[in-house]
């Protein structure tokens, strides 16, 4: 049995699997309106710990380069496919992918965003339907339809591989200024105005 107050799971029993492994379900963080929300993988050590998405490493990387292009990370919102610790960090099966998708549609269709940044390879994939090559279309915008509107998804790479690699640290933080440009000013904070990003 599943149980969601707002975007918020409370209870869920869905993955046997990752019932096991997780300490607590990793809700989204962040803005109810924010214009921009960020869509991850699936919580990792640090986050099943602290309960918040983006926490461990990749936090750092992801938070530093929002800082650097002027965005707070309380003023977006960030959140993932699955809400529930993988055992050893490992990729979400289909299935649970498929098992966590109506939490993430509710939580789109809430915060209904300007843009959704995908991080990685499994949720670029996971929300556009596609196989995506993120090196090579990372940057890229691409309309979908999802969870009942046309929604904005910019195809980004995840934080984590820009650890060690200098050539994905240079496409994500490109993407990640691409990203930028859909926060709208303060003081022209209409989500439904025309956009100030381009595709
Ligand atoms: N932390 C998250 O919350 N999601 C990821 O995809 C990776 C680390």
Redesign the pocket.
Known sequence: MENMRGSKVISCELCPVLVESRSRI?NGDGKMDAEILFV?????RE?DISGK??R?R??TVLDKSLRENGILRENVRIT?CVRCRPPNNRNPSKRELSNCKNHLDTEIALINPRLIVA??RVPSEHLLGRKVIVTKEAGKIEVKNIAGLDRKVLICI?P?ATLYNPNQKIIFESAISKAANWIAPEGQKNKNSSNRGSA
Do not use: W
């Not at 991850?40 to 990792?44: I, K, L, N, V």
């Open positions: 990793v991850g993988e699936g919580p990792g986050e998405p983006f461990g990749s936090g993932n991080l990685g995840h984590a």
